[in-house]
């Protein structure tokens, strides 16, 4: 499902319009009562907000980190083809995880799994807590739009 957003009224003469920012969502659209968008298109690009390894209920899939890391991807890639396209339209990923030290080698497993060359440009970070306590990965990625 996308919804565009018209641009604002230029209000200056010669300004430059702003570019139509197009709302992404997949039903259901687990993020709409946090009022944050699953993804926007914008300036050829989708920008596709984290997602972590939760169900279609908003359920957090398993304790494990691999099972976590998988459903996000998955949900990374659900949000990618609601705006028609898919893990490799990927340019940029970013990672963040609550134990670096105990999964870093499953960040690579994933990446493996998920990814391919050209890999995308990477950041990975740990983080003290992500918004449920039991999340353990959350994934956001920027693709190029088709």
């Not at 490799?88 to 499953?106: C, K, N, Q, S, Y």
């Not at 960040?107 to 391919?116: D, I, P």
Request: aromatic share 6%; proline share 5%.
């Amino acid at each position: 499902m996308a919804t565009t957003m018209p641009a604002p009224a230029d209000v200056t003469a010669g300004a430059q319009a702003r570019p139509e920012i197009e709302r992404i969502a997949t039903t259901p659209d687990w993020y709409e009562p946090y009022r944050i968008s699953q993804a926007v298109r914008a300036g050829g690009l989708i920008h596709v907000s984290g997602q972590a390894g939760i169900d279609e209920q908003g359920r957090t899939v398993s304790d494990d980190f691999l099972t976590q890391g998988r459903q996000a991807f998955a949900n990374v890639g659900r949000v990618l083809a609601a705006a028609g396209a898919s893990l490799a339209d990927v340019v940029r990923v970013g990672i963040f995880v609550t134990d670096m030290a105990a999964d870093l080698g499953h960040v690579l497993t994933l990446r493996g799994e998920f990814l391919s060359e050209p890999y995308p440009a990477d950041t990975l970070l740990e983080v003290s807590a992500l918004a449920r306590p039991d999340w353990r990965i959350e994934v956001e990625a920027t693709a190029l739009a088709r």
